[in-house]
């Protein structure tokens, strides 16, 4: 099983801010990897497919990197609505796997 | 509107079962793969299981392998998740979701989730 290791668990910032989350496979999973958003209460809503291709209808700001085994998501200027918690897969192997998220909260 | 919409959840003793259930709209539900994912109070993602596009194969974690079966009836739009010999480890909100596309196994539509709770 690939293990998906996201950092920091926690970052505090202020809106406007620009962010970058870390995502490490425990090994290769090529540019089969996605970022997820998830706010309390709701559905996971996919924001990167492909290590770097934004999902149908999600805002600029939001890049996905990398390939292999590290991956990064750089949110570019944080909104009110972005303080959430950020999820990494991978699909590049079964079974599919998730990080354990990286929580963003207002500073 | 693409949507999905989660039923079948509820509360049941451990070893018991139940079926959940995934009912699609506004796509070609027959063209896509299909895939739950759990998160259990307070936790993090956990992929159960995927089908593929015609129900002809289908992959599933460790953890539920041999307890839970996926299965999918196209001419009904509908996903189901059989899940049987039930642990407290079960408790989780049940999300159904469908992959990206064929050649990607990202999971780029999510119902709201039915919840399972395990417990005597």
């Known amino acids: 099983e690939i293990v998906m290791t996201q950092s920091p668990a926690t970052l505090s910032v202020s809106p406007g801010e620009r962010v970058t989350l870390s995502c490490r496979a425990s090994q290769g999973v090529n540019s089969n990897f996605a970022w997820y958003q998830q706010n309390p209460g709701q559905a996971p809503r996919l924001l990167i497919y492909g290590a770097s291709t934004r999902a149908t209808g999600i805002p600029a700001r939001f890049r996905g990197s990398g390939s292999g085994t590290e991956f990064t998501l750089t949110i570019s200027s944080l909104q009110s609505e972005d303080f959430a918690v950020y999820y990494c897969q991978q699909y590049n192997n079964w079974p599919r796997t998730f990080g354990q998220g990286t929580k963003v909260e207002i500073k | 509107e693409v949507q999905l919409l989660e039923s079948g959840g509820g509360l049941v003793q451990p070893g018991g079962s139940l079926r959940l259930s995934c009912a699609a709209s506004g796509f070609t539900f027959s063209s896509d793969a299909m895939s739950w994912v759990r998160q259990a109070p307070g936790k993090g993602l956990e992929w159960v299981s995927t089908?593929?596009?015609?129900?002809?194969?289908?992959n599933y974690a460790d953890s539920v392998k041999g307890r839970f079966t996926i299965s999918r009836d196209n001419s009904k739009n509908t996903l189901y998740l059989q899940v049987s010999s039930l642990i407290a480890e079960d408790t989780a909100v049940y999300y159904c979701?469908?992959?990206?596309?064929?050649?990607?196994?990202?999971?780029?539509?999510w119902g709201q989730g039915t919840t399972v709770t395990v417990s005597s």
């Open positions: 979701a469908k992959d990206t596309d064929m050649l990607t196994g990202s999971m780029d539509v």
């Open positions: 089908i593929t596009d015609d129900g002809g194969n289908a």
